[in-house]
């Protein structure tokens, strides 16, 4: 089947900036796939709903592109969390790193930390990074601190007093430090994180649960309305497990959902479903994945790299939770990338150790014709599960010479009129562009 008309539901990770930033993202990025492939690319603006609720908490755009020989349109949905991470963020900072500590130290003598440190360390060695340059920064304030308080004492203030200024000091100056390296350390924003995620998996986030419901809701809904041949729900980083609580949810409303209408898959990328997934509390969160697991009207791929901290690499998301799926497993796929095979060298080496650049490389443009290229799995005419059965065959459709294209037609099972050397179809509802 030859995808003329895909629905792509994304599910952003933990990430404040929300809509407008991750539009220009899209854009941009767009751009640049387009001149990759030498392909003819447009792209509305962003629309919301007309009322109610969900208004608020999503916005769509459309996306047109042709090539030689196919033309396909995406409606593309961006599901909204940046209200509900605005509001953990706004939290006053003693109160960020009370909790944080609390919640970390949990998480080791709880054996949840050693579980993260045996599936992947240079994830636990992420996350213990914020609690590590804490106890950097407050050895020098109390450093300081401690100077100032004994330099009160040499002038002859009394040494309760000049204990109580050194410790206002040092309160002072770590929130000083804490606020002004923020943007370069993300130190408040990763333990926010921790927090949501530790909060998020003992069921003690119900707002963050009632918008998933209404996720699953909408869903369920476009799947019995949509003329799409493929929807395809998108998780990225922490949208991964977000993403999966979406459809096993719109399962559980609609047991059929995958039987009727278009083919639904789930997209995870850069996952890091353990943050949930390993702790013991998370009874219903492993059920879901089961059910993911071994529902076969649907299909799972799941798309990680090593380079990517911030993600579980190598994981299995079902086995990796000690689930036992039974014989009627069928999913996830797993699919490795390697981040230096899409991007052009000298660019890869400028950003390799910049990890959150690192891991929005997932949903970011590549700069080399490859099997793995997220604009393509969005844009192009070819079903992800056949752009990962046959990766050659669909890189080819873009990159080949004209007869290789008619061959990788054929090998796709495609019929003859998608073929390149027929007219193009296109869609008969245009996308409207602002």
Same mark, same amino acid.
């Given at each position: 089947?030859?995808?003329?008309?895909?629905?792509?539901?994304?599910?952003?990770?933990?990430?404040?900036?929300?809509?407008?930033?991750?539009?220009?993202?899209?854009?941009?990025?767009?751009?640049?796939?387009?001149?990759?492939?030498?392909?003819?690319?447009?792209?509305?603006?962003?629309?919301?709903?007309?009322?109610?609720?969900?208004?608020?908490?999503?916005?769509?755009?459309?996306?047109?592109?042709?090539?030689?020989?196919?033309?396909?349109?995406?409606?593309?949905?961006?599901?909204?969390?940046?209200?509900?991470?605005?509001?953990?963020?706004?939290?006053?900072?003693?109160?960020?790193?009370?909790?944080?500590?609390?919640?970390?130290?949990?998480?080791?003598?709880?054996?949840?930390?050693?579980?993260?440190?045996?599936?992947?360390?240079?994830?636990?060695?992420?996350?213990?990074?914020?609690?590590?340059?804490?106890?950097?920064?407050?050895?020098?304030?109390?450093?300081?601190?401690?100077?100032?308080?004994?330099?009160?004492?040499?002038?002859?203030?009394?040494?309760?007093?000049?204990?109580?200024?050194?410790?206002?000091?040092?309160?002072?100056?770590? @929130?000083?430090?804490?606020? !002004? =390296?923020?943007? #370069?350390?993300? /130190?408040?924003? &990763?333990?926010?994180?921790?927090?949501?995620? *530790?909060?998020?998996?003992?069921?003690?986030?119900?707002?963050?649960?009632?918008?998933?419901?209404?996720?699953?809701?909408?869903?369920?809904?476009?799947?019995?309305?949509?003329?799409?041949?493929?929807?395809?729900?998108?998780?990225?980083?922490?949208?991964?497990?977000?993403?999966?609580?979406?459809?096993?949810?719109?399962?559980?409303?609609?047991?059929?959902?995958?039987?009727?209408?278009?083919?639904?898959?789930?997209?995870?990328?850069?996952?890091?479903?353990?943050?949930? @997934?390993?702790?013991?509390? !998370? =009874?219903?969160? #492993?059920?879901? /994945?089961?059910? &993911?697991?071994?529902?076969?009207?649907?299909? *799972?791929?799941?798309?990680?790299?090593?380079?990517?901290?911030?993600?579980?690499?190598?994981?299995?998301?079902?086995?990796?939770?000690?689930?036992?799926?039974?014989?009627?497993?069928?999913?996830?796929?797993?699919?490795?990338?390697?981040?230096?095979?899409?991007?052009?060298?000298?660019?890869?080496?400028?950003?390799?150790?910049?990890?959150?650049?690192?891991?929005?490389?997932?949903?970011?443009?590549?700069?080399?014709?490859?099997?793995?290229?997220?604009?393509?799995?969005?844009?192009?005419?070819?079903?992800? =599960?056949?752009?990962?059965?046959?990766?050659?065959?669909?890189?080819?459709?873009?990159?080949?010479?004209?007869?290789?294209?008619?061959?990788?037609?054929?090998?796709?099972?495609?019929?003859?009129?998608?073929?390149?050397?027929?007219?193009?179809?296109?869609?008969?509802?245009?996308?409207?562009?602002?």
């Amino acid at each position: 089947m030859r995808v003329d008309h895909r629905h792509v539901i994304y599910v952003q990770g933990y990430d404040p900036r929300g809509l407008s930033q991750y539009y220009r993202m899209f854009r941009t990025e767009l751009r640049k796939f387009g001149h990759l492939y030498d392909l003819a690319t447009t792209v509305s603006r962003p629309n919301r709903p007309p009322d109610g609720e969900f208004a608020a908490e999503s916005a769509s755009w459309c996306i047109e592109t042709t090539g030689q020989g196919w033309h396909t349109r995406t409606d593309y949905e961006f599901l909204r969390w940046e209200d509900l991470i605005q509001r953990d963020l706004a939290w006053p900072v003693w109160k960020t790193l009370a909790y944080a500590i609390a919640i970390y130290w949990r998480l080791v003598f709880s054996g949840t930390m050693g579980r993260f440190w045996a599936a992947h360390w240079r994830f636990a060695t992420f996350i213990s990074y914020p609690h590590i340059l804490l106890l950097n920064e407050a050895i020098w304030c109390a450093a300081v601190a401690w100077g100032f308080g004994w330099g009160l004492q040499w002038l002859g203030i009394h040494s309760f007093l000049a204990a109580m200024a050194a410790t206002a000091l040092f309160v002072a100056a770590l @929130g000083t430090l804490l606020k !002004a =390296t923020e943007q #370069r350390s993300y /130190l408040l924003y &990763l333990m926010s994180d921790t927090i949501f995620t *530790w909060q998020f998996s003992h069921g003690q986030r119900p707002e963050w649960d009632a918008r998933i419901d209404r996720f699953a809701q909408h869903l369920v809904e476009v799947a019995q309305s949509s003329a799409a041949q493929e929807i395809v729900l998108v998780g990225h980083s922490s949208g991964s497990f977000l993403g999966s609580e979406i459809l096993a949810r719109a399962l559980e409303l609609d047991p059929d959902l995958g039987r009727h209408g278009p083919r639904i898959v789930l997209l995870t990328l850069g996952g890091n479903m353990p943050i949930v @997934g390993f702790h013991a509390a !998370a =009874t219903g969160f #492993r059920d879901h /994945l089961r059910l &993911l697991a071994t529902e076969p009207s649907i299909e *799972w791929i799941d798309v990680q790299s090593r380079k990517d901290v911030m993600n579980f690499f190598p994981f299995d998301p079902v086995t990796g939770h000690r689930i036992d799926a039974g014989p009627n497993r069928r999913n996830p796929t797993i699919v490795p990338v390697r981040f230096r095979e899409i991007v052009q060298p000298d660019h890869y080496n400028r950003f390799r150790w910049k990890f959150f650049r690192v891991h929005f490389q997932f949903v970011m443009a590549n700069e080399r014709p490859h099997t793995y290229d997220f604009y393509m799995i969005v844009c192009g005419p070819v079903l992800l =599960t056949e752009r990962f059965s046959q990766p050659e065959a669909a890189l080819a459709l873009v990159t080949g010479a004209p007869s290789t294209r008619r061959s990788a037609w054929d090998q796709l099972g495609l019929d003859a009129e998608a073929r390149p050397d027929f007219p193009v179809r296109r869609n008969t509802e245009a996308c409207r562009h602002g």
